[in-house]
Every structure is written in structure tokens, then in C-alpha cells.
């Protein structure tokens, strides 16, 4: 550190702190520092293992039960039963599998295809403008109604219900990608790999990529959540995944007849959902002050 | 000065003594400033100068309590502000002292001053803050204080935001700001670091001018030693957080006894050129031939708005040969080389490397030719891939030509020799380096692609005057040793002086001038020449010249 | 400043375009017989002919595009084919509700989110900064139905301090009104005022930053006044810039809260039109909640003249 660059404005030398290095810091050093990553990590890791294992141990959460309707929660049914007397507690157990991995599902594809659409956009500029403007016209519709139409036409299931809530997060994606590189490609070293004969291909993959990974970690996190929050939501308005398929949004809306007599079967699902997407925005936003504060603005 | 405070003991307006700032932890030191004592005197300017990382900004932001306290803590010594004491106080006290008895100037007037804000009103603001005046009065005063700084019609500069002004016009309304309530001490951190020669030179006259009539104790910091020749009354050297040597600026100057201080004088390049053997058999590298970059003028709704960065430029660069391209801000010296290096596409013209004309080559068919041409950045900081090691940054030209890993680590590790670092440091990453050994790998990956002319655009300029000798000596070296046609691009005529055989001059994207080094500084042809070279700070010093 | 009003303006009409093509392409590349998706399980071989002669399905695509965006420039959404009255009427019907709740609830988050940002940007790491980011994140992570409940469940069932459900137009007397809108807005802007003071906190924290905001404090000004005259109106553009994106997401609670708090709006509308797959109208819908987004976005562009001197080109 004998030789900042007197240029650089702002912080200039005021401290003389070494700039804060690229290697990666100990691991426990970062939880500690970042207690938000450890407790949301536990509470996620706790969700996961319920979805995956909670099934094995839990009534059938589709086992019909008329005799114990709308049964309040006690030391049998601990989160009471629905009008058709189904275990509610199994039933939200159950659910967790699902909005799982529908946020998981969205998030990887949202992220993988934003990703290249991103890189092209921010690279190609022939298509950039092209691109772009699709993907305004597509952030311009409402993400939820954009779904309602597209699953009411091409019918409710798994598959579709994915793509549908999907679709709106992507220019999401493409934008943070896009801001990256065009950032990024006017970085010298970006400009010497070019000098020196870099083929694009590896320009991009060696020396602009890396930079978008950090950032898209933290947004696939934030895409997790709100994709958990739209399945529910459309599971709830009677627009999602197919109604035998005991899924939180779903149970909850069946629920909403009965709420006056019996709010558990809306309360119980309800706080599972909040609690999982909580874990999962949580991590992201601890992941977001370790990785790169300075990304914090571009989310 | 009409204040006559009872307390006031001696002349000084500013007396530190002692002053201990503690670093927090896990810096590279534990202390940002240690035991530093001076003084600064009424109608007298105090030049604080010494490299990145010397401690002089901590302290002039210690004394105006500009420091977050809990990152950098004052744990001994005092700062006597026209003898009150500035380290007990508590911060609204301070606050109350600040701009009505010490102000500051700043490096960056365009970041300094609220972008969304009149500049009148800035001005205004400061007297809103200390004085009862009614706005009447306010604005009466601001648009005095405006003459003051020879600002030309002040009425509707008054209603100017920031953006509208030049660099110096937002300097000199700093200035203004800083002065409007007369205070006794003035802080200027690096006032003219970001400002073009002739603009810094003006500046420097109006804070020397303004100082002698208000009789205001100057604190002035720089890195540069051509300023402090220029507007010093005294120096303070600062290293590592110390004060290694002090005195009246002729003494420093001309006979440095420290030896920190004796190594920088020696570091300031002259700006006489060297005798420099000409180069001997015309065996040109580079042609470029009416060279043209036209930005501006695309789409349907921009119409008009045209700028010419680079016009019918031409130039030839021999082998073992170096050409300095100097001009101020927007003169286009870097369009010229980022033209010619392909980054960017020139608009017309012809740029000729080993008779061929890559000037419209398409990216596949430039390729071969691309080995041919090298560049080292300005910014050592920002030159190389954070996430890749030093070898693999070097060695990726090289294989992208054939070459096999092998025999380019072999290659690459000849040339850390060569460029004076280890070759070991290939496993390491550039944030494990100092800017000037940054600079010195980008040297080596360039070398690397055995170019034929190896461009360098500013590429000394980020760097300490101390460091940047050394890059300039490593750069005169391999240049002899590889038989480089060299295109040398700078602001600073005093670099320029040292390195060029031959210097070509930019104004606003033209070529007005062009000549050996020597010849062009001896005698400039053009207005403009003469004026860079009249405003050049400290042309008339010798520095460090009873050391020698 | 003029030309630049008229490129804005101009650079809505091809994402417009766009939304346009893609509404019109979405039903017409569905998977299956358009038509038949429309008439729904229970319908004759006569609905879903009459269906399609009703969305001009048998026309040539691109014919179908001409005839629909021309009708689309005259106002005309189209008939819905449940009720057989025009989507724009539909629409007409229920557009008080929801202006009503979107603006109460813009009003409410502005004047709650920012101050509070500022504040924990002001006071980072304090506790009140700790207070605002808890619930940012607790705000993004609770759906808003669930929220409607147990804001029904506690204060209107439990403490019967106010209605359960229901909406009362502001022209039969404001007292009702504001009985009945309170919760929903209470319940819409909870993730609201979560994204809004998010980035004011932001946006703020990153102008403190900003020299000019050291050149202020050189100045010897108070804290007060560097917050409120430097910072935050420095910061304005990003936070309002963020209000406006985040009205696509106030769209997708309206329609939520509509549902849950049984007001009449649009966002009934929607679900009506979802039960009964009445397609028009969810594109009716569609069409207009989009051009919304888009021509309040472009005031928001507008009004960046305003807040930064610098964009006046």
C-alpha cells in the first residue's frame, strides 16, 4: 500500500486499510460477521428437512375424514382438520415439498435463462436494443395476471404453473445480468484479454461471467422467495396448481369458506409459507452484504 | 484579519502538536498519523506533501473533524485552531467552527459540490448556516465573494448547476464557498490534482492571490512537487504517517536533507529533455493516416450533436523509437491510441502495422494483427482480472497464438525477470501487489505478445512520483531491449520530457504541433504548446538540486 | 427538456407494442383449440363455434392482429363472453374500488417508507436501522392474504374495532370509507412500504457517501439539513423510480386483497373472469393494468427533470 493511486477521489487515503481482498474469508468468520446467513441457512436447512422427511412421519394429507370436519387443533390433529376432515399438519407438511421446489424450479430457469439473454444483450449490442425492449414490454405485465392468463390457457399443472410464474421474473434476471456486463466490459482487463487476441467467446466466459455470479446467487435467493409467495397466491385464488395436490396456496384457499369457524386451516399453511420465505430472504440478504454491498442497489 | 481573539498566543492560525491518529484494526499500520507537529501562520501558505498512504489527508481532516472518530481516534497530541483547542471539542462545537474559522477546498470540484443544487445557493448556504444575514443580504455577499474569485458574470453563474460550469469554475466557486465568511485557516486537499495544467495553473494563482490580500494561513496538500514550488511558503514532508522533514519551501526544494525526501526530489522528472540519441534507420512499426473518430450523430432524434474526438490525425512511430502524445482532457490523445489498438473503430483514415491496413478490419480478420499491437492502462488497480493470477493473465495473449502452456510460462516467467518481480508471483493474485508492481505485470503481459509497438496510455499517472521513475526507467528499458516503437500518451509535460524522442501535441482532437522532444520544449511553434508549457507548475525549479 | 418529454413519450410506444403482441400471441399459441380452452369443460360443439367467430379465430393470423389492434386504438377490448357486455363497461363498473384502495395505499407507503428509510440510513446499524430492515424482510416474506386474515381475524373479529369485510364508495360519505379501506390499504402496503424504505434506505446511505455531502459538513450544517437538503433529495430519483416499478407489484396484491377484503374492483374482476374462464376480460385486464404500469412509469421518467437539473437535455 505504498502506492494508492492518488486519483481515485473519494476515499483516497484516508484509511490506509489494505483494499478489502478478493480471497475468500474463513468460513466461520463470515457466518459470524453475517449472523443473518447462519440463522436464515438453520431455518432453511430445518424447512428442507421437514419437506423431504416431514411426509414419512405425518398422517395422509389427503386421507378423507367426515366424521372429524373442521375439528379445532388438538393433541390428535395438531393443526385441526378442513371441511373434509383432512389433517391439516399433514397437509401443511406436505405442502412444504411443494413450495420448495417451485421456488427452487423457478429460480434456477428464471436465473439460467436470464443469464444468457443477459450476456447477449449486454454483449451483442445489434440485439441489445431489441431485447430490452421485450423484456420492458414483459416486466410491464403484472407478473401475477401474466400467470393467471397463462395458466388459465394452457391448463394447471406443475409445469405450467412453473413456467407461468417463471416468465415475469426473467427480464428481472436479463437486467442485472445486462448491468454487469456492460459495466464490466469496459473494465481495462476486459479491454486487454480483447488486445490480445481473447476470442469474444472467452472474453465472456473468463473475464465477464465470474462477475455476474455473485449477484446472481443473491437474486436467484430473492426469486426463490417471491416465486413461493406467487404460488401461493395462485394456489389461493384458485389459479395454480392442480387443488388434489396439497399445496399451501391451495389448502388455504379451501379454507377461505371456513375462515370465520375454523382460521387455522388458513393460519397454520399461512405462517409455514411466511416462515420459509423469510429463511430464504434472509440468506439472501446476508449473502448480498458479504458478496458485494455495492450490488445491493442494482437488486 | 479583524478577529482578535484574547487567547491567541502567537501568529499561528493553525498549531498541531504531537497529533497520534490510531488506525482501527487489521490496518496495514496502527497509526494513520504519528506524533506530527506544525504550524501554518497567518497570510502564509503550508505545503503538506508526501505519497499515497503519508497521512497528510488524515490530517487535514482531523483538523476540520471531517473523520468518523470511531474508525480513525485522535489518541494524543492537540490541533490548535487560532489557539482553541479542536480535538475536545464535541461536534456541535466543531460544527459551528467549520466555514466560519477554517473551510475546505477539495480534489474533485464536480463531486464536491450537490449536483441537484443552484451554485448560488451553495455559496448562500454557508452564510445561512453562520451568520443572521437576511437572504437579501446573502445573496449581495455570494455574488461579492464571485467577483472575489473571478468568476465572470455572477448573476447568472449564480443559477448555474454544477454540470453547466467547467472544472475550474466549480474549483473557484469552492473557493468562494470556503471563503465567503473569511476564516483564518483554508484547507486545500489536492485543490487542483484533478484539473487540467492550464486551468491548475490559474487556480493556483487565485488561491495565492486570494490568500495574500485576505491574509488567510493556507494549508495546502498535493503529492505534486511542481505545485508546491509554485505556491509553498513552507513544506512539511510527510512519510508513513511522520513528518520527516520541514522548512521554507527554497530549502526543502533546493537542498532536501532528509534522505526520503532527497529520493523524491530526485524522482520529480526534469522538464528539460535529456540528450537522447537519435534514432538512427527510418524503420517505421505504425503509420496512422488521416485518422478520424466522429462520435455523436446516430438516431433519428440526436441530431447535431457531433464530436470530433480525433481529426485527420497522423503519425509514424518507429522501431526502438518512443512518441509522446500529450494533451489536456478531451484533446483525444486516447481516442488516438484505443483507435489504434482497435478497442474502439476509427471513423476513416488508415492505421498501417507491417504494411497492412487494420483500420477496417473485421474482429477475425484483426486477430493476427492484434499480437502486433500492445497497451498498458492507466489504472493499475483495475488492469488486471481480480479473480485470475498474475500468470494466467500474462499467458492468455500468448496462447491465444499458438503457444503452448508450457512454453508460455516459461515465457511469462522470463519476463517477471525482466520486468524486475519474481517469478514466483505468477501464482499470486493482483490484489497480493502494489500499484507499481501492477503496472510492471501489465508490462509483462503485454511484452508477452512480442509486440512491435507497445502503446502506454497514462500509464504512469496513477502512481507515486517515487514508483513512477521506476516504471518510467523500466519502460525506457525494455523499449531499447525488445526494439519497441512506443507510443507514448500523457498529460504531464514533465514525463513527457524524459521518455519522448520525438512529441506530437492534441488540442480538441487535432494535431497542432509535432517535433522532436528537445526542439518542441525549446522552442514551441504554437500558441497552445506554449501556453501547456508556461503553465507547467514549478518550470522554473530545480529540485534537489544541492543534493545532487 | 422538450425533446426529451417527446423521446420518452415516443420510447413507451414500442414496449407498449410489445405487450400488445404479446397479449394476442399468448392465446392464439396456447397449446390446443384457443377457443375450446375458452368455452371450458361443459361446453357444446355451438359455444366454442361461436367463440371462435366472437375472437375471429378463424381469420388468418396476421389479419386477426390488424383487426384486433385496430379495435384495441378505438377503446374497444372486446365483448365478454359470459355476460356478453363489453370489457370496457365491465371494467367502467369497477374502476372506483380500485383506484380508491391503489391510492390510499400509494399515499400511505410514501409517507410511511420514506421517512423511515432516511432515518435508517441516517442511523445504519442503529437500532431503529435494524427495526426497518427486520421488517423489509418480513415484509417481503409474508403473503399478503395471509396478512388480510390475521389483520381481519384480530382487529375486526376479535376487537371489532372495524367492518370484516366490504367497501364503501367515498361518495356515500367519508367516515364509511375510511372504516372500510383502512384494513386493505393497512394489509397492501405492508410489502410495499417493505420495498420502498428498502431503497430509500439505499439510496440515502449511498449519497451520505457522496462528497458533496462531506462538502456540506464542512460547511459546518446541521445534520438535519444535510439529510434533508443534500441526501435526500440526491436520492430522489432511485426512490421514485422504485415506487413506480413497484406498482406491478401493488397490481398483483390488489387483486389478492380485493379478493380477501370482498371489494368490488377490478381485482374481483379477475378472479370472476378466472372461475368462469371468461378470456376477454382477463385480457381486457391484462391490456390495461399493463398500459397503466407503463404511462405511470413514464410520468415517473417525466418528473426525473424535475428532481435532477442534469437531465434536461
Known sequence: ?299 | MSRDDAKRTDTSVLSIRGLTVRLPEGADRDFAVEDVSFEVGAGEIVCVVGESGSGKSVTAHTVMGLIPRKDLTPVAGEVLLQGDELLTKSETQLRALRGERMAMIFQEPMTALNPVMKVGDQIAEMLEIHSPMSAQERNTRVLEVMQDVNLPEPEQLFHSYPHQLSGGQRQRIMIAMALALEPGLLIADEPTTALDVTTQAQILELIKDIQRRHGTGVMFITHDFGVVAEIADRVIVMQHGKVVEQGAAAEVIGSPQHPYTRMLMASVPSLTPPAREAVDVERPALTARNLNKTYGSLGWFKRGREVHAAQNVELVVHRGETLGVVGESGSGKSTVARCIVRLIDPTAGEIMIAGNNIAGLGERALRPYRRDVQIVFQDPYRSLNPRRTVGQSIVEGPMNFGLTKQDAIVRARDLMNVVGLSPDALERFPHQFSGGQRQRICIARALAMEPKVLIADEAVSALDVSVQAQVLELLDDVRQRFDLAMLFITHDLRVAAQVCDRIMVMQRGVVVEQGRTAEVYASPSHAYTKSLLAAAPGRNTTFGAAAE | MIGYIFRRILATVPVMGVVALFVFLMLRLSPGDPAAVIAGDYATAEDIIRIREQLGLNEPIVVQFVTWIGSLLQGDLGISIFTNLPVTTLIGQRLEPTISLTLTTIIFTVVVAVPLGTLAAWKSGSLIDRFVMLFSVGGFSVPVFVLGYIMIYVISMELRWLPVQGYKSIFDGVWPFVRHIILPTLTLSVIFIALVSRMTRASVMEVLQEDYVRTARAKGQSELKVLLRHALRNAAVPIVTVIGLGIALLIGGVVVTESVYNIPGLGRLVLDAILKRDYPIIQGLILLFSFVYILINLLIDLSYCFFDPRIRY
Not at chain 1, 40 to 51: D, R
Not at chain 1, 273 to 299: E, F, H, Q, S, W
Open chain 1, 1 to 299: 500500500m505504498t502506492d494508492t493511486p492518488t486519483s481515485s477521489g473519494k476515499t483516497d487515503e484516508l484509511l490506509a486499510v489494505p483494499p478489502s481482498s478478493a480471497s475468500d474469508p474463513n468460513l466461520a468468520v463470515l457466518l459470524w460477521r453475517h449472523p443473518s446467513i447462519f440463522w436464515g441457512g438453520i431455518l432453511l436447512s430445518i424447512m428442507v428437512l421437514i419437506a423431504i422427511f416431514g411426509p414419512l412421519f405425518t398422517g395422509d394429507p389427503i386421507e378423507l375424514n367426515p366424521i372429524k370436519r373442521l375439528k379445532p387443533p388438538s393433541g390428535e390433529s395438531w393443526f385441526g382438520t378442513d371441511y373434509l376432515g383432512r389433517d391439516t399438519f399433514a397437509r401443511v407438511i406436505y405442502g412444504a415439498r411443494v413450495s420448495l421446489v417451485v421456488g427452487l424450479a423457478v429460480s434456477i430457469i428464471a436465473v439460467s435463462i436470464g443469464l444468457v439473454v443477459g450476456m447477449v444483450s449486454g454483449y451483442i449490442r445489434a440485439l441489445d436494443a431489441v431485447i430490452m425492449r421485450v423484456m420492458d414490454g414483459l416486466m410491464s405485465i403484472p407478473g401475477i395476471l401474466l400467470a393467471i392468463a397463462l395458466i388459465s390457457l394452457s391448463g394447471a399443472t406443475m409445469m405450467t404453473v412453473v413456467t407461468a410464474i417463471m416468465i415475469p421474473e426473467i427480464p428481472r434476471v436479463v437486467r442485472l445480468v445486462r448491468s454487469v456486463v456492460l459495466s464490466v466490459r469496459e473494465e481495462p482487463y476486459v479491454e486487454a484479454a480483447i488486445a490480445s487476441g481473447t476470442k469474444l467467446h472467452l472474453v465472456l466466459i473468463r473475464h465477464i461471467l465470474p462477475n455476474t455470479i455473485a449477484p446472481l446467487i443473491v437474486l436467484a435467493t430473492y426469486i426463490c422467495g417471491s416465486a413461493m409467495l406467487t404460488e401461493s397466491i395462485l394456489g389461493f385464488i384458485g389459479a395454480g396448481i392442480p387443488p388434489e395436490i396439497p399445496s399451501w396456496g391451495n389448502i388455504m384457499s379451501e379454507g377461505r369458506t371456513y375462515f370465520q369457524l375454523s382460521p387455522w386451516i388458513i393460519f397454520y399453511p399461512g405462517i409455514a409459507l411466511a416462515i420459509t420465505v423469510l429463511a430464504v430472504n434472509v440468506v439472501g440478504d446476508g449473502l448480498r452484504d458479504t458478496l458485494d454491498p455495492r450490488i445491493a442497489r442494482k437488486m
